[in-house]
């Protein structure tokens, strides 16, 4: 079962870990981990692909490579890791960073020497603004054709993916949705808010999380909003423009306000979208219910002093029996809760570097290193790659815009920014 794989490759999640002395709870960990300086360790050079997807929106891929060491070379069959985000965050967050540097680096310093992708959601680069009134927020439409497209660069290489905070909720969409057609061979999502109701009632019914979490991501969300606001084209049809003029009056909002007339709204594709409250799109954005339906091994792991993710909300329930199915198709997912960390976090030593990225290491290496893949799952991962060997050509799923090299950091600043 892929439990007894986690605890035969991932030593780490069963050693005791010590986190910072002075950052001793749930919410200093997180706190930190949103306002630290993060600027001189984990350095990363990127090369940026401007995508423009089918109604127009636009994402940007981030890649990286090991930088060449003497005999140490990459190929076509290099495994590649996905990361996907939190809210708001991208390929220059310090947990991506932190993550890349050890998948990413070379191997005579201790690296694993693979390739990287970070899948940039619209609007959350400043120089990759929205320009169609539509979020990511829950759906999976826009990592497919991120995966199309780099697949279509490295059509023979086997693809992981880490999904951080929201990104792993998108991840787990993903994951759910497309079962054993997944072009992922494994997974990993760390810190998900499974469910968005729950969590939703968690940041609103109590003061002190209503003050700091919940208006924090509020404010964060809207930055989006309001650096696009010179580039975002509505249709005249669209019901987004009965709730803009609102958004941009809003003082010190909380996170549901921002979603009853942000995402409910544009938080997908019509005609789905709008949706009727706000309670019905977290219900459409939860993941908890993909559990049962991955095809693919998958990592979970959450800290049980998660000020965002409260522990007696996590789906042990779900995984046991998506684990323990009827059918022999079980066992695809194991679920890890640390003993600390709080939201992202999980510093330890001098507070700038994350202990949690060992384990998530430990655990893509052994996927693509160490299992031997069933003949039964020998087509999964490989996916169909698109015309061109960058994947220049035209697709129905995207449009390659531009490539070349990535600012060094086109984050959106502010509290709770990438989480």
């Known amino acids: 079962s892929v439990g007894e794989f986690v605890r035969k490759h991932c030593p780490s999640l069963f050693q005791p870990w010590e986190p910072t002395w002075w950052l001793n709870s749930g919410h200093l960990q ?3 981990s949103s306002l ?8 990363v050079q990127y090369e940026r692909a401007l995508l423009q997807l089918p109604d127009g929106g636009m994402i940007a891929v981030d890649f990286t490579e090991p930088p060449y060491d003497g005999d140490e070379k990459i190929n076509h069959l290099t495994p590649i890791v996905i990361v996907l985000p ?6 220059c967050s310090s947990y991506v960073r932190s993550l890349l540097t050890v998948m990413c680096g070379p191997k005579s310093n201790g690296g694993l020497g693979y390739r990287g992708a970070v899948v940039n959601s619209r609007g959350c680069q400043r120089n990759v603004p929205l320009v169609t009134p539509r979020i990511s927020a829950g759906s999976a439409d826009d990592l497919r054709s991120a995966l199309l497209y780099i697949r279509s660069r490295y059509p023979n290489a086997p693809i992981f993916a880490v999904g951080f905070s929201l990104g792993a909720v998108v991840l787990m969409k993903y994951l759910g949705e497309e079962g054993k057609n997944s072009v992922l061979k494994g997974g990993c999502v760390v810190a998900c808010p499974w469910d968005l109701r729950k969590n939703s009632e968690l940041l609103e019914s109590r003061f002190f999380y209503r003050q700091v979490y919940s208006r924090a991501l509020a404010k964060s969300y809207l930055s989006v909003l309001h650096r696009s606001l010179p580039t975002l084209k509505i249709p005249p049809s669209s019901p ?3 709730h803009l003029p609102l958004l941009q009056t809003l003082q010190r909002p909380t996170f549901t306000e921002v979603n009853t007339h942000l ?3 544009i938080g997908g594709a019509p005609p789905v979208f709008p949706l009727p409250s706000v309670n019905d799109f977290y219900t459409w954005a939860s993941c908890v219910n993909e559990i ?8 979970c792991l959450n800290a049980d002093d998660d000020p965002i993710v409260v522990e007696n909300e996590l789906p042990y329930e779900e995984v046991r029996k ?3 199915r009827g059918d022999g198709d079980g066992g695809w997912v194991a679920m890890v809760v640390t003993r600390g960390g709080g939201h992202l976090g999980w510093f330890t030593g001098e507070a700038k570097r994350r202990w949690i990225s060992t384990p998530i290491v430990e655990w893509v290496r052994s996927l693509a290193e160490e299992v031997v893949w069933p003949e039964s799952m020998a087509e999964v991962g490989r996916g169909t790659p698109a015309a061109g060997s960058r994947g220049d ?11 070349g090299k990535a600012p060094e950091d086109t984050s959106i600043p502010g509290a709770m920014a990438g989480l």
């Open 240 to 242: 987004f423009h009965a």
């Open 322 to 324: 998506a684990n323990e």
């Open 30 to 32: 997180t706190l930190w």
């Open 86 to 91: 939190g809210l708001t965050g991208g390929a």
């Open 292 to 299: 049962h339906s991955v095809r693919v091994p998958l990592l």
């Open 393 to 403: 050509d035209p697709h129905p799923a995207y449009q390659v815009l531009s490539v």
């Open 263 to 265: 995402t409910r709204i």
């Open 36 to 43: 630290g300086d993060f600027s001189d360790v984990d350095r």
